[in-house]
């Protein structure tokens, strides 16, 4: 029995549809510019058409039409010829030329053919009243599919094998299961194919057409299925025409199909039940928030959230006479006590022609309210040493007192709940006590503690240990009791009395604001010192060991016989040693006083013709194949 219950506890179902808001959302979308684009205008009037809205302006559409249909493009003479045919349905005549739309559409039923333009051609040619080969459609389709298996690419596929004789739907019909299998489960709830929106309603909406037409139920667990209807209901508030349209067509045939329809429910009334207002009300409906016939909703179980406890089981809601969506249940006839039920329901029906899905193990929860009175209210001052014994000032509510105390004494407040429901005491979930100077309005607010062993609440100020929390300001205080809970009709907030305090000390000077809005010293950023520099003597004893290789390769040179005999004086080379002087110059002019970023910069200006003046020399010096003079040794 665990087991069952655990199972009916974590099916998925569905608690959203298609409000009257959502459909004229969509209306407004379908109804946006199509600025001459045959596109926008196919998934425009595809929209009208699955919210049965008349096409407006026919005689722009079939303008739009003649302007911008391309016969020679597949997917523009398909739109043509679906705007036409559409307009046509509607009572309405446009005169354009479709003479070769017959050759053209059939010459896309191809092997080389995506099965985005197959399915134009099989629907354009359907539209038309024009035959086609199914067996060719198949061949053709069956070879698309293997240069594109994607999800989006099978639905092209379903959708034009529902325009096909029976047996040959039903080699697609077997291939449902294996792309159902496909998808992504989110969060055990929802089904998505990757890509998101698209991919997962065409999936979705052309696997039903296809079964419709072969009427052949899908091979998907219904489960999946649910999940699928989640995931769509979860993107209802898209924006653009193109999803919004897959969106539609999707939620459309699974409110409308002979297999599956998913049953929404989900709570109308307020989540709130009291004596007042003791009914429950669940919608039951389908996506697009259509009631249904015949339905019988029965609580199964209601249980109390905090310790579990049934408090009925199987017990019927009945209709509401004034909606045939509506489903109540007056739960205070059970005399539940206050707190939060989670209510799981089961929806069955009598139609024949479709199971519905989503109706077992639906949950909702509710809150039980209650009113709640204060009690026993009981306003004392004592002293701090408990030298005397309190008076105690009884106070009823919504009453008013008065009472005086000063930093010796301490100040008791205490009170009980009472439910008035349950004729007994109860707890809630915050109780303040709240202290306003009257004179600046300054609030100083503590939390009143249940008492141990006790149903009642005590506030305890010791006023002179607490004086800082008022900064020692002395005045009249106005004393307010706050009782509030989910569960309570009623949230209190009492002036109990007003309170003169007595503090020792001055009062305290806020300077908090003073300093907040004051104007701040200015920042400053402060550079590190720089390190102390060696003597003088010392630099120039290394800058002169620096400069001894540099002297003993002219040595070298000299004493090798080194000339620049052969040095060429072309422009290449008197600018290429030019701009080597003019870098090391620069290196030195660094070393000195320049910055990385100065450096940098002349650099970039001396760098770049000292490039192009060394490669015009080196690569002149192969050409001719530059060889050094040989030296004669005596």
Same mark, same amino acid.
């Given at each position: =029995?665990?087991?069952?219950?655990? $199972? /009916?506890?974590?099916?998925? *179902?569905?608690?959203?549809?298609?409000? +009257?808001?959502?459909?004229?959302?969509?209306?407004?979308?379908?109804?946006?510019?199509?600025?001459?684009?045959?596109?926008?205008?196919?998934?425009?009037?595809?929209?009208?058409?699955?919210?049965?809205?008349?096409?407006?302006?026919?005689?722009?559409?079939?303008?739009? $039409?003649?302007?911008?249909?391309?016969?020679?493009?597949?997917?523009?003479?398909?739109?043509?010829? #679906?705007?036409?045919?559409?307009? &046509?349905?509607?009572?309405?005549?446009?005169?354009?030329?479709?003479?070769?739309?017959?050759?053209?559409?059939?010459?896309?039923?191809?092997?080389?053919?995506?099965?985005?333009?197959?399915?134009?051609?099989?629907?354009?040619?359907?539209?038309?009243?024009?035959?086609?080969?199914?067996?060719?459609?198949?061949?053709?389709?069956?070879?698309?599919?293997?240069?594109? !298996?994607?999800?989006?690419?099978?639905?092209?596929?379903?959708?034009?094998?529902?325009?096909?004789?029976?047996?040959?739907?039903?080699?697609?019909?077997?291939?449902?299961?294996?792309?159902?299998?496909?998808?992504?489960?989110?969060?055990?709830?929802?089904?998505?194919?990757?890509?998101?929106?698209?991919?997962?309603?065409?999936?979705?909406?052309?696997? #039903?057409?296809?079964?419709?037409?072969?009427?052949?139920?899908? *091979?998907?667990?219904?489960?999946?299925?649910?999940?699928?209807?989640?995931?769509?209901? %979860?993107?209802?508030?898209?924006?653009?025409?193109?999803?919004?349209?897959?969106?539609?067509?999707?939620?459309?045939?699974?409110?409308?199909?002979?297999?599956?329809?998913?049953?929404?429910?989900?709570?109308?009334?307020?989540?709130?039940?009291?004596?007042?207002?003791?009914? =429950?009300? $669940?919608?039951?409906?389908?996506?697009?928030?259509?009631?249904?016939?015949?339905?019988?909703?029965?609580?199964? +179980?209601?249980?109390? @959230?905090? !310790?579990?406890?049934?408090?009925? %089981?199987?017990?019927?809601?009945?209709?509401?006479?004034?909606?045939? %969506?509506?489903?109540?249940?007056?739960?205070?006839?059970?005399?539940?006590?206050?707190?939060? #039920?989670?209510?799981?329901?089961? @929806?069955?029906?009598?139609?024949?022609?479709?199971?519905?899905?989503?109706?077992?193990?639906?949950?909702?929860?509710?809150?039980?309210?209650?009113?709640?009175?204060?009690?026993?209210?009981?306003?004392?001052?004592?002293?701090?040493?408990?030298?005397?014994?309190?008076?105690?000032?009884?106070?009823?509510?919504?009453?008013?007192?008065? /009472?005086?105390?000063?930093?010796?004494?301490?100040?008791?407040?205490?009170?009980?709940?009472?439910?008035?429901?349950?004729?007994?005491?109860?707890?809630?979930?915050? *109780?303040?006590?709240?202290?306003?100077?009257?004179?600046?309005?300054?609030?100083?607010?503590?939390?009143?503690?249940?008492?141990?062993?006790?149903?009642?609440?005590?506030?305890?100020?010791?006023?002179?240990?607490?004086?800082?929390?008022?900064?020692?300001?002395?005045?009249?205080? %106005?004393? !307010?009791?706050?009782?509030?809970?989910? /569960?309570?009709?009623?949230?209190?907030?009492?002036? @109990?009395? !007003?309170?003169?305090?007595?503090?020792?000390?001055?009062?305290?000077?806020?300077?908090?604001?003073?300093?907040?809005?004051? &104007?701040?010293?200015?920042?400053?950023?402060?550079?590190?010192?720089?390190?102390?520099?060696?003597?003088?003597?010392?630099?120039?004893?290394?800058?002169?060991?620096?400069?001894?290789?540099?002297?003993?390769?002219?040595?070298?040179?000299?004493?090798?016989?080194?000339?620049?005999?052969?040095?060429?004086?072309?422009?290449?080379?008197?600018?290429?040693?030019?701009?080597? $002087?003019?870098?090391?110059?620069?290196?030195?002019?660094?070393?000195?006083?320049?910055?990385?970023?100065? *450096?940098?910069?002349?650099?970039?200006?001396?760098?770049?013709?000292?490039?192009?003046?060394?490669?015009?020399?080196?690569?002149?010096?192969?050409?001719?194949?530059?060889?050094?003079?040989?030296?004669?040794?005596?």
């Amino acid at each position: =029995m665990l087991c069952c219950l655990g $199972v /009916v506890a974590q099916s998925v *179902t569905l608690s959203s549809y298609f409000t +009257t808001a959502d459909v004229e959302r969509f209306k407004n979308i379908f109804l946006e510019p199509y600025n001459d684009d045959l596109s926008q205008l196919e998934l425009s009037i595809y929209g009208l058409t699955l919210l049965g809205v008349p096409l407006p302006e026919p005689e722009k559409i079939c303008a739009t $039409v003649k302007k911008n249909v391309d016969v020679n493009n597949i997917e523009s003479l398909f739109q043509a010829v #679906y705007a036409v045919s559409s307009l &046509k349905a509607s009572g309405k005549s446009c005169d354009v030329s479709l003479d070769t739309a017959e050759a053209k559409l059939s010459s896309a039923i191809s092997s080389e053919s995506s099965t985005r333009h197959i399915l134009y051609a099989v629907k354009g040619l359907s539209l038309l009243q024009k035959k086609f080969d199914g067996a060719a459609v198949t061949k053709a389709l069956i070879a698309a599919l293997k240069a594109d !298996d994607t999800p989006f690419s099978y639905s092209c596929a379903f959708y034009a094998a529902s325009y096909l004789p029976l047996e040959e739907m039903k080699k697609f019909h077997e291939m449902i299961e294996d792309i159902v299998a496909q998808a992504d489960e989110i969060d055990d709830k929802y089904l998505q194919f990757d890509g998101g929106l698209v991919p997962t309603s065409t999936v979705l909406y052309t696997a #039903y057409k296809l079964c419709t037409a072969a009427n052949l139920a899908p *091979t998907v667990a219904e489960e999946k299925i649910v999940k699928f209807t989640n995931y769509l209901i %979860s993107r209802k508030y898209t924006q653009t025409k193109r999803e919004s349209l897959f969106l539609l067509s999707a939620i459309t045939i699974m409110t409308n199909n002979k297999f599956h329809v998913p049953v929404v429910v989900s709570l109308s009334s307020s989540v709130s039940v009291s004596a007042k207002t003791p009914v =429950m009300q $669940v919608r039951v409906c389908d996506l697009m928030g259509k009631p249904f016939d015949k339905l019988t909703v029965m609580a199964d +179980t209601v249980r109390h @959230v905090d !310790d579990d406890a049934v408090v009925l %089981s199987k017990k019927p809601f009945s209709q509401s006479p004034s909606d045939q %969506s509506i489903y109540e249940f007056d739960l205070m006839n059970v005399n539940p006590k206050r707190g939060f #039920y989670r209510v799981v329901l089961s @929806v069955s029906g009598s139609r024949s022609d479709a199971k519905l899905l989503g109706g077992a193990g639906a949950e909702v929860e509710v809150k039980v309210t209650t009113r709640v009175s204060v009690d026993n209210v009981e306003l004392s001052v004592a002293d701090k040493d408990q030298s005397s014994v309190p008076k105690a000032n009884k106070l009823q509510y919504p009453n008013k007192g008065t /009472v005086e105390a000063d930093h010796h004494q301490r100040l008791i407040l205490k009170f009980s709940l009472r439910d008035e429901s349950a004729k007994g005491s109860m707890k809630a979930h915050q *109780t303040f006590v709240r202290l306003t100077n009257i004179k600046t309005k300054q609030q100083v607010i503590f939390v009143a503690e249940e008492e141990t062993g006790a149903s009642t609440y005590k506030f305890d100020l010791d006023i002179g240990a607490r004086a800082k929390d008022f900064k020692n300001l002395s005045g009249k205080y %106005s004393l !307010d009791l706050i009782v509030g809970d989910a /569960v309570i009709e009623n949230p209190i907030s009492w002036n @109990v009395a !007003d309170v003169q305090l007595t503090f020792h000390d001055d009062p305290i000077t806020s300077t908090s604001n003073q300093y907040l809005y004051s &104007k701040k010293p200015e920042i400053t950023h402060m550079f590190r010192e720089p390190e102390k520099r060696p003597a003088a003597v010392v630099s120039s004893l290394f800058t002169g060991l620096v400069l001894v290789p540099i002297l003993l390769l002219l040595i070298l040179w000299l004493k090798l016989g080194a000339n620049i005999s052969n040095f060429p004086f072309s422009l290449s080379a008197l600018g290429f040693h030019a701009g080597l $002087v003019a870098i090391f110059s620069l290196y030195l002019c660094y070393f000195l006083h320049l910055t990385m970023f100065q *450096t940098l910069r002349y650099l970039g200006l001396i760098g770049i013709p000292t490039f192009l003046f060394g490669h015009k020399l080196l690569s002149g010096i192969a050409a001719r194949g530059w060889k050094p003079k040989e030296r004669k040794v005596d």
